[in-house]
């Protein structure tokens, strides 16, 4: 089954303190992953996928097969990355995007 | 236009009442998807438009649920005898073609049951 699991419902860390939101994946072959950030009163956004191997605001998401995961990195937290973060799967039909349930970031001074 | 539009923002409606939710995508872009956000579900996959092809409704949760998509561009989300349950945030989202996952999301539909 395919299956995107983000553990932590909340993620509270300080500003400067380093921050990784986990995701684990279930999937047969390739998998396609992506992070998507929804900050307050705006639209989901994408914020990177696996495939660009990007650094977008200082984050970074390394896919590692062997642990099935994508957990998105930043060395230095911020208050503005404050949001909540969905790890997101594109299906075996190569159609949709199955997303996890989503981490909330707070960064606080 | 430059980005997706969705209407009404906000919905609230009585139970068992049926309920039309619009989205205007991006023009050009022949793929559109409709997810319901719920609190503490994450992004629930409902239904995916591409071009001309049969719709993928896979992810419609009850048969009260429905989805068109006129001319390749704007669609409607309709929900039938709505319940509690079906309160949440219906959001859209279209891609061209191709994309590579990279979604344009709407600012969604809020709608309450009451």
């Known amino acids: 089954a395919q299956r995107v699991t983000q553990p932590e419902k909340l993620l509270s860390v300080f500003k400067g303190a380093p921050v990784e939101l986990k995701c684990n994946y279930s999937?047969?072959?390739?998998?396609?992953l992506f992070w998507y950030v929804q900050y307050s009163r705006q639209r989901l956004q994408l914020l990177l996928r696996h495939i660009s191997r990007e650094s977008i605001k200082g984050f970074t998401a390394d896919l590692n097969k062997g642990e099935t995961s994508f957990h998105l990195k930043k060395p230095f937290a911020q208050e503005e990355d404050s949001a909540m973060y969905y790890c997101?799967?594109?299906?075996?039909?190569?159609?949709?995007?199955?997303f996890g349930k989503g981490t909330t970031l707070s960064v606080s001074s | 236009g430059a980005g997706v539009s969705q209407s009404p923002s906000n919905k609230v409606t009585e139970k068992g009442k049926d309920v039309e939710l619009r989205c205007d995508p991006i023009?050009?872009?022949?793929?559109l998807y409709w997810y319901r956000q719920s609190l503490g579900q994450g992004l629930e996959f409902l239904i995916y438009f591409q071009g001309n092809s049969a719709p993928d409704k896979s992810g419609l949760p009850s048969d009260r649920f429905s989805a068109e998509r006129t001319g390749g561009s704007v669609s409607t989300l309709t929900i039938q005898r709505t319940q509690q349950e079906d309160s949440a945030v219906y959001l859209c989202?279209?891609?061209?073609?191709?994309?590579?996952?990279?979604?344009?999301f709407g600012s969604g539909t809020r709608l309450t049951v009451v």
């Open positions: 997101a799967l594109r299906d075996q039909a190569g159609t949709a995007l199955i």
């Open positions: 999937y047969s072959g390739s998998p396609e």
């Open positions: 023009s050009g872009h022949t793929a």
């Open positions: 989202a279209s891609s061209p073609q191709g994309a590579g996952g990279g979604y344009t």
